[in-house]
């Protein structure tokens, strides 16, 4: 009787169809791409949102080996020393925001100048570090490395900042996002002043803009643009001379030409398009262009060419700076194995106008050498990612590079050949060999070849020398991951460089220099002790010679770095670093040392942003580039201090600014 029921029982109703269904934001999941080098670093904005934000290139820090030093007043493009490079201001380290050139061919201070205070450090994600002349996308000054800083889109609250510190450190930030969904917008706006700790003060003034948007255009179409903007002013106190500090004649924070310094400006404009036809293929194409200018002011010998006037210079840099970028990608299974292809092509210009000028107190007095450049450069290139076996993957790549250079001289003193055009090309292979994983552990090989770019006026002025360098690189490594919560690093590398030309911007005249030969071991390790605290550290040995068995002056030998961070639940956050660089060779004849330098911060909160130690307020003491030098003993001189120097020789005899020196 039941069962009679229950099936002439009507049936159950459908329900409603609901009226209150939402549709929920999309959520993009993302991970890192799979490395090909034991030495490839990626590092989250998380890790550097703690470090002092009066020096935008001090993030770099956190890249196992690498070191940079401020002087000359803040201004000035930093010091960067990587792998056994004393890489001046960028010579042989190629810096990118994203994707947009740092680095500034045929400069008037140096070759591959990049100056990076035009990057507010609150708007970066992240930073991508690449050693070594292995990876195909990047060509020009990426001989012992390559680094991208990649900005944000939004910040997911706006921020108004106001920070000071001792000699009068000064910065007032805001960040903001007038939209955060189809439309992502960034507003930055930062201003940074400090006076340092000199009887003469820097003066040092910084003011950055920054404005991005990003937007789908339709399904699988992105378009993003960001413009920047960057002016700054300086005094600085330059080097000085030892003897002149003993001798009573200045003051350690002193001076002998307190006009050293300058004034620079940049504007960016980058735009970047993709557009992802299916699962398999993309089309990317970044368009950016730059105008940059230079006042650069340096005495570095004092009274020793010209006892009345003074050996001030004054270097001028004027420039438009364009170029493209765009790349094709498909991925296909031939075979059964993962293949994805990339075919690209990079076209840049640099049109500079530069001058050399003697200087009196920032008035020049006549000019050595005005010259006009006209620097092309042209770069297909194809990779192949390829993933046969789960546990093998092999990258390789090739790519051409084209140069053609146009130098017109207005004003010429040097006795140097400044007029002329010449073309120059090569071609440079990559391979990248990953094993595994076995038990969370990855076993790397590498081989690769590169270049730098030398200035244009050196190609003219010596048509016989190579304009493009190369250099080979080799590397071996390991990366694991067996330990829990522990990631652990090893890496062996060797890098040749073939001989090369130098133009030595402070007095217009070209220097060749010998093959030369640097190889070392890096180890990094990073482990979370808690849910709240990290610690995270590397250590790196490198040796640099000639072929003649001299030293390379100033190559960094040993570095190491520490760093503990605790991240509480309550949300106070605080960091202790601690960073050493082992002495150095100060000369090619190693007579000379440039002496050990080691420091330590402590960061008392994620509020704290400045800090006087980060804007190098200690000449010739706390930059690696302006070290003590210790003389031979031998010397006579080493141990009985001089008489007050004359102004006819009031000349440091060790001179040392990133840029090649003649012998004093």
Excluded: C
């Amino acid at each position: 009787m039941a069962s009679s029921a229950v099936a002439q029982a009507p049936p159950t109703p459908a329900p409603p169809p609901r009226t209150d269904e939402q549709t929920l934001p999309p959520v993009t999941v993302t991970a890192p791409a799979p490395v090909s080098a034991s030495s490839e670093t990626l590092v989250p904005g998380r890790d550097f949102e703690l470090r002092p934000q009066g020096r935008p290139a001090d993030v770099v820090r956190l890249i196992p080996g690498f070191v940079i030093s401020q002087h000359q007043g803040g201004g000035k493009a930093e010091q960067y020393f990587l792998r056994g490079f004393d890489a001046d201001h960028g010579t042989d380290v190629a810096l990118f925001v994203d994707g947009l050139p740092v680095n500034l061919r045929s400069h008037a201070h140096g070759q591959g100048y990049a100056d990076l205070h035009f990057l507010i450090p609150e708007t970066v994600q992240r930073l991508e570090g690449f050693k070594g002349p292995y990876f195909v996308e990047y060509g020009d000054f990426a001989t012992a490395g390559a680094m991208n800083f990649v900005l944000r889109d939004v910040v997911d609250e706006n921020v108004a900042e106001a920070a000071g510190g001792m000699f009068n450190t000064q910065r007032y930030l805001t960040l903001f996002s007038p939209t955060r969904d189809a439309l992502k917008t960034l507003v930055a706006l930062e201003y940074y002043r400090n006076d340092g700790a000199f009887e003469h003060p820097n003066g040092y003034q910084r003011f950055n803009l920054l404005a991005k948007a990003r937007a789908t255009v339709s399904e699988g179409m992105n378009l993003a643009a960001w413009f920047s903007h960057y002016q700054a002013e300086w005094h600085g106190s330059g080097e000085i001379p030892t003897r002149a500090v003993r001798a009573g004649l200045i003051a350690r924070f002193g001076s002998i030409d307190p006009n050293e310094g300058g004034y620079t400006q940049r504007s960016n404009l980058n735009v970047d398009w993709s557009w992802r036809l299916d699962e398999g293929q993309l089309v990317a194409v970044r368009a950016y262009g730059s105008y940059y200018a230079l006042d650069l002011f340096n005495n570095f010998t004092f009274f020793l060419n010209d006892a009345q006037n003074g050996d001030e210079i004054n270097q001028r840099d004027r420039r438009i700076l364009a170029g493209l970028d765009a790349r094709y990608e498909h991925q296909s299974q031939p075979f059964g194995a993962t293949l994805t292809t990339t075919a690209g092509f990079q076209y840049r210009i640099d049109a500079p106008r530069v001058v050399l000028a003697r200087s009196i107190q920032r008035h020049q007095l006549e000019r050595v050498q005005d010259v006009d450049v006209v620097e092309q450069s042209y770069a297909p290139y194809v990779k192949l990612d390829l993933v046969p076996l789960d546990w093998l993957r092999l990258v390789t790549g090739a790519r051409g590079d084209i140069f053609s250079y146009d130098v017109r001289s207005r004003v010429n003193a040097t006795g140097q050949r400044l007029d002329g055009e010449a073309t120059q090309a090569r071609a440079n292979v990559k391979a990248n060999l990953v094993l595994g994983p076995w038990y969370r552990t990855e076993f790397f090989a590498n081989f690769g070849t590169g270049y730098h770019s030398n200035d244009a006026r050196a190609v003219i002025s010596d048509p016989r020398q190579t304009a493009l360098p190369t250099a080979r690189g080799y590397e071996f490594g390991v990366k694991t991951r067996a330990i829990p919560r522990v990631e652990f690093s090893a890496t062996y590398w060797v890098l040749d460089l073939a001989s090369e030309l130098v133009f030595v911007g402070d007095d217009g005249t070209t220097e060749a220099r010998g093959p030369s030969r640097r190889d070392g071991w890096e180890l990094a390790l990073r482990a979370k002790l808690l849910d709240w605290l990290e610690l995270s550290g590397d250590t790196t040995f490198s040796n640099a010679a000639f072929d003649t068995g001299k030293a390379v002056a100033l190559a960094p030998k040993v570095t190491a770095r520490a760093e503990l961070t605790a991240r509480l639940p309550w949300g106070l956050s605080t960091s202790v670093e601690m960073r050493y660089l082992a002495d150095r060779w100060a000369d090619e004849a190693r007579q000379q040392t440039a002496r050990a330098i080691a420091t330590s911060r402590w960061r008392p909160s994620s509020a704290s942003r400045t800090s006087p130690t980060s804007t190098g307020a200690k000449p010739n003491s706390s930059s690696p580039h302006a070290s003590r030098v210790s003389r031979p003993k031998a010397s006579p001189t080493s141990t009985t201090p001089p008489a007050p120097p004359a102004p006819s020789s009031a000349a440091s005899p060790y001179v040392f600014d990133g840029g090649p020196r003649r012998a004093p």
